[in-house]
């Protein structure tokens, strides 16, 4: 069993920066794949980015160059850092988790937090 624990989300206003975190439960962080979702008001969840095991990432092309995925074995931690933040990136970011990094991919994952709210706006 695998339990995730986002946090570092806030209000920031456009042009700002945050990094959230998700810390993971369990002995086997190390090997799964981990990923970001976000979903809006009266949006579907969609892929922000997402982490192999040994540190492959893939982005969703609205955040290519402005975030960065990463993750801290040792600290069974998968962060998120978001530069130059719009308005359009307001939304409640989850984290996932799945031995296969398909399934964090296309959202079938086996393990999700509960979320955490980002709002950009001035």
């Known amino acids: 069993q695998v339990q995730l624990v986002e946090s570092g989300g806030g209000l920031v206003q456009p042009g700002g920066s945050l990094r959230l975190s998700c810390a993971a439960s369990?002995?086997?962080?190390?090997?799964?794949?981990m990923g970001w979702y976000r979903q809006a008001p009266g949006k579907q969840r969609e892929l922000v980015a997402a982490?192999?095991?040994?540190?492959?990432?893939a982005y969703a092309d609205s955040v290519k160059g402005r975030f960065t995925i990463s993750r801290d074995n040792a600290k069974n931690t998968v962060y998120l850092q978001m530069n130059s933040l719009k308005p359009e990136d307001t939304a409640v970011y989850y984290c996932?988790?799945?031995?296969?990094?398909?399934?964090?991919?296309?959202?079938?994952?086996?393990?999700w937090g509960q979320g955490t709210q980002v709002t950009v706006s001035s």
């Open positions: 996932n988790a799945d031995r296969q990094f398909r399934a964090v991919v296309q959202g079938t994952s086996a393990y």
């Open positions: 369990g002995s086997i962080f190390s090997s799964n794949a």
């Open positions: 982490i192999t095991g040994g540190g492959t990432t």
